[in-house]
């Protein structure tokens, strides 16, 4: 299993602010991710932090607003820019350790609301 | 496109059997996952299956048919503790997930 050390937990934003989330494992990690989940609702891939090179956005996230971060193998950060009320939301780091390519752990989250 | 079906929500009371059932499409597929998430919390891995068949873990059991794009979690013995949203999610490409909405299950006394 994992640890997943995510901060901070939640924070209130004024719109047109950045944040940065980080996210810091306590593991031998292969893989990072960072997730977005409506409260009660799904949760959708923003990308793929990749270790020592831009990360891999999924469709409909671009870097400009969602800078990611990967300086080593257990520690990433994920800036949301340039703020807006509908960037509120519930993001998540997810991993998978060396040894499982199947089995994510995450993180508790950061729950942003942005006014 | 992509897209994935399962039940908004369920009820249950303590000690039944209850089935989530999840259909999904995509072009992509490597196998299906399934992930228990109190509120509040972090999701937790549950099951994960790449090929056809049932795959049993305790009280939990999760079940894929590739040929129907379906899979079913299956619990038991149902304990008020298990009162949580479920998640079911296909690999539409190495180590990416796409999820479905949740299904919320209420265990009742």
């Known amino acids: 299993s994992a640890v997943i050390s995510q901060k901070p937990s939640r924070d209130i934003c004024q719109r047109g602010t950045s944040l940065t989330i980080q996210c810091q494992v306590d593991s031998q990690v292969t893989m990072m991710f960072w997730y977005r989940q409506q409260p009660g609702q799904s949760l959708t891939l923003i990308a793929t932090?990749?270790?020592?090179?831009?990360?891999?956005?999924e469709s409909g996230f671009v870097i400009d607003k969602f800078p990611i971060s990967r300086p080593n193998l257990t520690f990433s950060t994920l800036t949301v820019s340039n703020m807006s009320p509908e960037d509120s939301s519930i993001y998540l780091c997810s991993v998978l350790l060396q040894g499982s390519y199947t089995e994510a752990f995450f993180g508790q989250g950061t729950r942003l609301t942005v006014v | 496109g992509q897209s994935l079906e399962q039940p908004s929500e369920v009820t249950a009371v303590e000690g039944a059997i209850v089935q989530i059932n999840c259909t999904y499409q995509t072009s992509g597929f490597y196998g299906l996952s399934w992930y228990q998430q109190h509120d509040g919390g972090a999701p937790t891995f549950l099951s994960y299956?790449?090929?056809?068949g049932l795959e049993e873990t305790g009280r939990f059991s999760s079940f894929l048919s590739r040929s129907d794009s379906y899979g079913y979690l299956l619990l038991q013995e149902l304990q008020m503790k298990d009162s949580a949203s479920y998640f079911c999610?296909?690999?539409?490409?190495?180590?990416?997930?796409?999820f479905g909405s949740g299904t919320k299950l209420n265990v009742k006394p």
């Open positions: 999610a296909f690999e539409y490409n190495f180590n990416k997930f796409y």
């Open positions: 299956n790449a090929l056809d």
């Open positions: 932090a990749n270790q020592g090179s831009e990360a891999t956005y």
